[in-house]
């Protein structure tokens, strides 16, 4: 049975992102040596603006887009174009992958720690679907009624 991400984690507040509508995509710049933006940081948010980095508080550029523009076959190369030809943390940009792309790794991915305690899942760093498919049948807040 395929794990479908239809709901995600704000890294603004921590609340669930309901819809895809709801999500923006951010990625926090810096400028190095050389004057080429470099990123430090992209985040998954809330379309609302509270939820969003501000620019002019942090003096540091962001450039966003609506979340929908990250998901799908298209989505994923706009991802992967990230990592080729920009500097972002590849790490980070990796993991950000995984929870627009993995399905169900958003869901389960905040209950890693604890099946690594439980031995459900052996790795941290790669989880397959059925363990990920283990991890939401012993517990998931997101699919909670």
Known sequence: MEIL?????????????ETV?????EWIGEKDSTLW?????????????????DEKKHGE???DLPLEMFL?????????????HWYVPSIQ???FIRRLHVPGYEEAR?????????TIITEGDFVS??????????YNPLLDP
């Open 5 to 17: 991400t239809e709901r995600w984690y704000c890294d603004s507040c921590d609340e669930v992102i």
């Open 37 to 53: 933006t470099q990123y430090k940081e992209i985040r998954l948010v809330h379309a609302r603006k509270a939820c969003q980095f």
């Open 93 to 95: 940009l990796i993991e």
């Open 72 to 84: 799908g076959p298209d989505g994923l190369s706009r991802l992967l174009h990230f990592l080729e």
């Open 61 to 63: 550029p962001v450039h």
């Open 129 to 138: 679907q059925s363990e990920i498919r283990m991890i939401l049948d012993d």
């Open 110 to 118: 905040r209950d890693f720690p604890e099946a690594l305690r439980r």
């Open 21 to 25: 509508d709801d999500g923006w995509v």
